[in-house]
């Protein structure tokens, strides 16, 4: 009996310590995958430790392998060769741990964190204001406190000289409804610049798109987060989301009369096939068509609770296939040219499992893949590999 217990005991400390050693090694692992950081050229210094090979398309040895230590002659090289970014390694002690610019965002975190609170604030005080009248003049007043966000948006992206939206920017946020309010303006504004508006078209553009769904919020959570089927009477009554908004902004005298048409319309197809109207053609506010792009857009790439997101190139193809159906084509032609799909060395999955690392993405929707752990480089263009796509884009934590 006594031998039992004591027998126990030591099973127990023996069980407890060999879990620690494993948390400790898992532990250690994850902390070695996390000390390598995507750096932008101007960001990369000499004595740097490179961590992944770097190859461009032509080349089928890196042109400069994983370990190499960053010279000046290295950096003029990369430039040389067009390389954007390159993955560097931290090391403890080594004078480079300190937070380090990752690749610049499109949006800095200031005016981002500025942009969620004042939609949190909004979506809020909307959800309130139905109780009391009180509550309907601070739902209006925070409302309006959206059109200086929108404002410093439409600054910061005119302002940003690069081509393309970094879309990965845009994603892996916990609170969809906020940053999809903040996506779908990004992505709006970014298709505006690309259709050649000018900063008023783009402002009025913005707070569309910042507002195309606040109706929603006057709609019953049961209905909006129903798990099962809706009802043909619940469908409707989702539905009744862009007159509701049409309604809130015109009682709360926000906005002018074209704001709250191309707000309510932004369920409104150029085929007929839309509500809440049935629209046709021309006209469906063309601004409505743009929310509308960038809406489905949105909503097919972020990480929802329910599925994983479908990779950028599939998003594509769906907007695509809404072209001169829900949207005219001269936006989906807008929004294709504004992404960067997929960036170079970002890590990508293939439809036959492999992974790689695009290398060369000149042809933005069928880049070119160097498969990890080989030389072999995967041209997603060449008649050979036309069966293969990419089915997702691999976060920095997977390898
Ligand atoms: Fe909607």
């Excluded at 042109?63 to 000046?72: D, F, H, N, Q, R």
């Excluded at 890590?347 to 042809?363: A, H, I, P, Q």
């Amino acid at each position: 009996m006594c031998f039992d217990f004591v027998f126990q005991n030591i099973l127990i400390i023996l069980t407890a310590r060999m879990f620690y050693d494993l948390t400790k090694i898992l532990r250690s692992q994850v902390e070695v995958i996390r000390l390598k950081r995507l750096v932008e050229m101007k960001n990369l210094k000499d004595g740097m430790t490179i961590a992944a090979d770097i190859y461009t398309s032509s080349d089928r040895v890196p042109l400069v392998p994983k370990g190499s230590v960053v010279t000046a002659d290295m950096i003029e090289t990369l430039k040389l060769n067009e390389i954007h970014r390159v993955t560097i390694e931290i090391k403890e002690g080594s004078g480079y741990n300190e937070p380090l610019p990752i690749v610049q965002p499109y949006l800095n975190e200031q005016l981002r964190e500025a942009a969620i609170s004042s939609i949190r604030n909004m979506f809020a005080a909307i959800k309130e204001s139905v109780l009391s009248e009180e509550g309907m003049s601070t739902a209006f007043q925070a409302v309006k406190e959206i059109d200086p966000i929108v404002e410093e948006l439409v600054d910061s992206l005119t302002a940003d000289t690069r081509p393309y939206i970094h879309i990965l920017d845009l994603k892996s946020y916990d609170e969809y409804t906020y940053h999809h309010s903040l996506s779908v303006s990004v992505l709006s504004i970014a298709i505006g610049q690309g259709l050649g508006f000018n900063e008023e078209k783009l402002r009025f553009l913005g707070r569309c798109a910042m507002l195309h769904d606040i109706g929603k919020i006057l709609i019953p959570n049961e209905i909006i987060n129903k798990p099962s089927r809706l009802t043909v009477q619940e469908y409707e009554i989702i539905k009744s989301h862009t007159i509701r908004g049409y309604d809130y902004l015109k009682r709360g005298n926000i906005g002018d009369e074209s704001l709250r048409l191309s707000v309510m319309c932004h369920h409104e197809k150029v085929d007929g096939s839309g509500y809440l109207l049935g629209l046709k053609g021309d006209k469906v506010p063309f601004m409505s068509q743009i929310v509308s792009a960038a809406d489905i857009y949105d909503a097919i790439t972020s990480y929802r609770s329910y599925r994983t997101p479908i990779s950028p190139a599939v998003a594509i193809e769906t907007v695509m296939g809404q072209s001169n159906v829900a949207f005219s084509y001269d936006i989906v032609k807008a929004l294709i040219e504004k992404l960067e799909l997929y960036p170079i060395n970002s890590r990508v999955e293939l439809s036959d499992g492999r992974r790689g690392l695009v290398v060369d993405n000149t042809s933005s929707m069928r880049p070119i893949v160097r498969i990890v752990n080989t030389t072999e480089i995967v041209d997603l263009m060449s008649p050979k590999s036309l069966s293969l796509v990419i089915t997702r884009i691999l976060s920095e934590e997977e390898e």
